[in-house]
Structures are given as C-alpha cells and as structure tokens.
C-alpha cells in the first residue's frame, strides 16, 4: 500500500513550507511516486504597494525576504529605471554589483553550511542540543572525523556571512536591506578608503572560499555520489541574467537565457505565465502573464494546496538557480541533480567573489553614483535579475504618479510552485519523484532534494514594542515566496 509522508514544516529554509510525498515500492524499491510542494503563507506586497509613491518599492520589496533582500532591491530600482528611462552612473552600476555580490556571497555559504550540509552529516556527540536536536540519523550519514571538521567549518562560515554583510554595509550603507539602492544607482559615495575597507574584507572571504568550502563540498560530493543521479527534477532551466559589466544593460557576469528541451534559447519574459490551478487565488488570478498579473485571493478555493502561483515559460516548466546561471553561462554542464545544484552554487560563489575583486579597480573614487530620477505620471516598467536563488522580477504599473500594479515573481514561486493548470508538477515536486527513501519515518532522502533547492519563502515579519513584548500584527503583511 503507498505510505504518505509528510514534512510539516520543512526546516532549515528560510520561510515556511510543507512537503507531502506518495511512496510506494518500484522494482522493490520504495520511492517517492507523487509530491505537492505547499508554500504556507500569504505574501500580500502586490497588494500592499498599490497607491503609493513608486519610489517607495525599492525598500517595500526588500522586506519581503531577510536573506535576500538587495536582489529585491536590484530587481525594483531596475524596474522603476525602466520606467522613468534613466541608467545609472557606471560608479552606481558597479557599486549595486558589490553590494548585490556580498549578498550572493552570503547567501550561498549560509546554504551549504547552515542549511544543507546537516543533512549528510551524523552530528551525534558534536552538537547534541537545540536548535540541532531533534534530528535524523541515519546509517548514510558521515561522521567521525569527517563531521568534526565540517561543524568547526560552520561556526567559521558564520564568521564569514558576518564579513560578507559588513563588506555590502560599506556601500550599501546597511544589511540586510540596504537604503542606498535606489532607481538611479547608489547612494554612497567610492572612496580609496572604502574600497580598501571592503578588499580586505573580500580578500579573507575569498581564501575561504577556495581552501574551504570548495573542498568541503568536493569532499561531501565524493561520499554521496549517488546523489548526482538523484533529483532531476524538469530538466528545464531559466534565467535572467545578473551583474551588468556597462551601461547597455545587455553584458553580464551571469548570462540571460533558457535551457529549454536540451538546447539553451534566449528570454522573453512576455513569454511567462503564472497559472493558480492548484493556488489560493481567484480563476481571475491566473493565465496572466505578470505585466498584467492580478493578486486575488481565494482562501477557500477547493483542490488549492499553495499560496505560491505557478510560472511558466511557454507553459514549461523550469528550474531556477545558481545551477541555471551556470548552466546557461557555459560554466558548469556536469548535469542536473541534487549534487549538482550544490556544486554549481559552490563554483558560482567563487566566480562572483572573484569578479568583485576586479570591479573595486574599476570604481573611481568620488565619480558621482547616483541620477536623480524625473518623474512620470504614467509608464510601465519590468525589473528582471537574479536573487542568490534564482530568477527574479518585478513589473510595475504607474498611474497618476502613484503605484497601481505591482507584481513579483521569486525564484521559489518558479521552484516550489504546485501544479500548474496543465497538471504539471513543479521542480520541486519533479525532482522529489522517483527519489528512493529508505526509512519513511527518517526520510532524509526528501530534505537532500529539497534543500539542494534552497528554498526561500521569507520569514514572517514580528513588530517589537519598545518594551520588547511582541506585537500581534493584523494586517497580513506576512512576506511571502522569495
């Protein structure tokens, strides 16, 4: 008889999400034969934006995730450029690229370490307390030695997300959410003593990156190699492009662009559409394209089991992703898989630290970074980047000088989307069927797939009385997918 197992919630991400799985025996073998990814919460900043100035987007949007909050930041003030019709100085260009870098940085040694690596390690008689208790241990875990040297390696890479905020805090002003970003360019001001401050920052980084966790996560692959042949998922893959390297907007570090069928095409983001089949939203809701998205919802809506929507481009399914940036720039072809989604995210985080170390040459210092935008009454605009996991975009509507339609697409709404109105499953759900579980009240099989996603559907937002009791809010503004 199939066993259902459910992952309620999943931990270790950032957000809220539950897992449900069907596994019954194939060729003797128990599997996972079905899967429905449920993002939890309401994220109602479409909703919340509407009728206030465009400006303020930039900093709205960034409290939609704590991780990942300068992509958010990226995606609007390039939205709101598109928009009015300006470009930011080359100094903004590149200082937004260092600030964005620090934060992919960050992200990606928080996902291998604090988030990832637990699932393959046996942490018994190292980290025998909350919050790493309760947990699964499994016989296929790692321990001894090899577990010792991986938990002192979290506590320095704790180290080193601190010194990846610190180094954004220099031209960001700020992280998590930087108040220097803004539609056109940055804030802050080069100067020859913050970029030495951030260099010296960057260039510990860097050695960690290198002598550490690259070979962290050579080592780890080296002991699960099955776990390249797990987790597939669509095999389709999509992109925006990140890091502008000139003005035209058109030359990235991390290239735009599709592996769609087994052959990389380019993206026309009029090509996406979200579909709400299986979501919490009105049938008014769906078939939309996101220049023209609506954000109905429909709590009560019979067979919906997400508040994510389901994009898709051409109506395919796509995974995005450090895996899909290296992909579609030419950088990593190994294949599609559990493993190699970390190992791509590894490679990437060198890449990126690397190239920051190139574009503090190209600063000058004192060279304005920032044009004041003029405003418009009415124009449409489209912001499109990367988040440390993946596509992402904003599209903005302005009438009468005020917000009248503001929509995000995340890179988990691509990722942990349920099925779309075709009955097509999501990458998450793709990758998780066919994944072999060998013990269903310890599947930790399930967590491998989908932590190898990094999923992120944003923390909930607490407001704090200066006495410090917690304040119950009542307005749902719960951030959502990101």
Request: net charge negative.
């Amino acid at each position: 008889m199939p066993t259902t197992i459910t992952i309620d919630p999943v931990t270790r991400i950032e957000g809220h999400l539950d897992i449900e799985v069907t596994v019954d025996p194939v060729d003797g073998q128990p599997q996972v034969v079905d899967a429905k990814s449920s993002g939890t919460m309401f994220r109602g900043f479409e909703i919340m934006l509407v009728g206030r100035d465009p400006r303020d987007a930039v900093h709205y949007t960034q409290r939609i995730c704590g991780v990942c909050p300068i992509s958010h930041g990226m995606a609007a003030s390039k939205n709101l450029e598109n928009a009015f019709g300006i470009t930011p100085p080359d100094n903004g260009r590149i200082l937004r690229n260092l600030i964005l870098g620090a934060n992919f940085v960050m992200s990606h040694i928080l996902h291998f370490y604090h988030l990832a690596a637990l699932d393959y390690i046996d942490t018994t008689g190292i980290l025998d307390f909350a919050p790493w208790t309760p947990r699964y241990v499994t016989p296929c875990m790692v321990g001894g030695t090899t577990a010792q040297t991986l938990v002192g390696h979290y506590v320095t890479a704790l180290e080193m997300r601190r010194k990846s905020h610190q180094m954004g805090a220099i031209f960001g002003g700020k992280l998590p959410c930087s108040p220097t970003m803004v539609p056109g360019g940055n804030t802050e001001v080069a100067t020859a003593e913050k970029i030495a401050d951030f260099r010296s920052l960057l260039t510990e980084v860097r050695d960690f990156i290198d002598n550490i966790y690259i070979p962290d996560v050579l080592a780890v692959a080296s002991l699960f190699p099955d776990y390249y042949h797990i987790g597939a998922g669509c095999g389709n893959l999509i992109a925006y492009g990140v890091f502008d390297l000139d003005s035209s907007g058109q030359n990235k570090l991390m290239a735009r662009g599709r592996y769609t069928d087994g052959t990389i095409q380019a993206v026309d983001p009029a090509d996406i559409s979200e579909y709400v089949q299986y979501s919490w939203y009105t049938a008014n809701s769906g078939n939309r394209n996101p220049a023209d998205g609506v954000t109905e919802v429909d709590a009560e809506k019979d067979g919906a089991y997400s508040w994510l929507k389901s994009p898709r481009y051409l109506d395919k399914v796509h995974e995005a992703g450090p895996l899909a940036r290296m992909w579609i720039n030419g950088d990593y072809f190994n294949g599609i898989s559990v493993l190699d989604r970390i190992a791509a995210r590894a490679l990437e985080t060198k890449k990126v630290a690397d190239a920051m170390d190139g574009w503090l040459d190209e600063l000058i210092p004192g060279n304005p970074s920032y044009q004041e935008p003029s405003r418009t009454n009415n124009a449409t605009g489209i912001g499109l980047t990367e988040a440390p996991r993946g596509a992402l975009g904003h599209w903005i509507d302005i009438s009468d000088s005020l917000i009248s339609r503001y929509q995000v697409v995340t890179p988990t709404n691509w990722n942990a989307s349920p099925k779309d109105d075709l009955n097509q499953p999501g990458p998450i759900e793709q990758a998780l069927i066919g994944t072999p579980v060998a013990d269903i009240n310890q599947p930790i099989e399930l967590l491998r797939v989908v932590h190898s996603f990094d999923p992120c559907l944003a923390c909930s937002v607490h407001m704090v009385r200066p006495d410090g009791r917690l304040l119950e809010s009542k307005l749902l503004i719960r951030p959502g997918i990101a």
